[in-house]
């Protein structure tokens, strides 16, 4: 497994290479992945923030390997993932692809697309062909890429190594995350090469694991929603979030939000201005 080194180019599999962009934190961790596909030409899979130096590091890259970046793929628009595409744009004659931008507040909002890809389509890199699958969870637009002769997916933030991603409404769904964890099970996946973290070499593994955290998760929050009825998402944070340190819980409540408003959507929580109580 190669080590995530700021800025250098590291092989993970022929013909695929992952540089890691200069923003870690307590969101992005060691920092945004993004990926150079091809050997003739090459494709950007998630450029980073709007970074100059990430796009230096990544047109550095395509000069050490003597091929020209011809495209730019994202697998949703937020804006550790997306902006740099506007950066490489500036320098380089370059076809954008990726999703639409949903509304929220939380999007880059420079992002324009050249082509608006959605569940299903095909994008031809170099010699080899990507597959885009519909993954809405993490936020409405999220794309996930699948490299088919491989069968190494791009996951972006649908799955990340080492931590569990936010789901933050209302864009963001926990009841469309597990379903497109589900829908994941059904691919020929070998490997996954998420937006933040390491490769994940055991992809139904992960993707169990996955869906089975955040159940768990649910079953916790049902209880201290019957436990402590009519309440908003900060009044359950503390007990369902024991085993998470109190500085993430702020960020926490968002995902929990997502929890109650699933659990609303499935006629197991009632909603009256704004605060749940369980149905069951």
């Known amino acids: 497994m190669s080590a995530l080194i700021p800025g250098k180019p590291a092989l993970i599999e022929p013909g695929v290479r992952r540089v890691l962009g200069l ?72 076809e954008l692809l990726g999703p639409e931008v949903p509304d929220d507040g939380l999007q880059d909002e420079h992002w324009r697309a050249d082509r608006i890809l959605g ?57 469309d995350y597990l379903a497109s964890l589900r829908r994941l099970l059904d691919e020929d996946i070998h490997c996954m090469a998420p937006g933040h973290g390491e490769l994940i070499q055991e992809p139904e593994a992960a993707l169990n694991w996955t869906i089975e955290h955040r159940l768990e998760r649910e079953r916790k929050v049902l209880d201290a929603l019957r436990q402590r009825p009519d309440s908003v998402a900060q009044d359950l944070v503390e007990p369902v979030y024991v085993d998470v340190p109190d500085y993430l819980h702020a960020v926490a409540t968002l995902s929990l939000e997502a929890h109650l408003i699933k659990l609303y959507e499935e006629g197991r929580a009632e909603r009256r201005d704004g605060r749940y109580q369980a149905l069951e």
């Open 119 to 175: 569940d299903g389509d095909r994008v031809r890199l170099d010699d080899r062909t990507v597959r885009a699958i519909a993954t809405p969870g993490h936020v409405g637009n999220h794309l996930c890429f699948l490299l088919e002769d491989s069968g190494l997916l791009f996951t972006g933030d649908h799955l990340i190594h080492g931590s569990t991603v936010v789901i933050a409404p209302p864009s963001g769904s926990m009841k």
């Open 23 to 94: 923003n870690p934190g307590m969101m992005t961790g060691p920092g945004t992945n993004s990926y150079l596909v091809g050997d003739n030409e090459l494709t950007v899979i998630d450029p980073g923030p709007a970074d100059p130096r990430h796009a230096d590091n990544l047109q550095a890259a395509a000069e050490q390997l003597g091929a020209p970046i011809r495209r730019v793929l994202v697998t949703h628009t937020h804006r550790d993932h997306s902006p740099g595409a506007s950066v490489l744009a500036e320098r380089l004659d370059l």
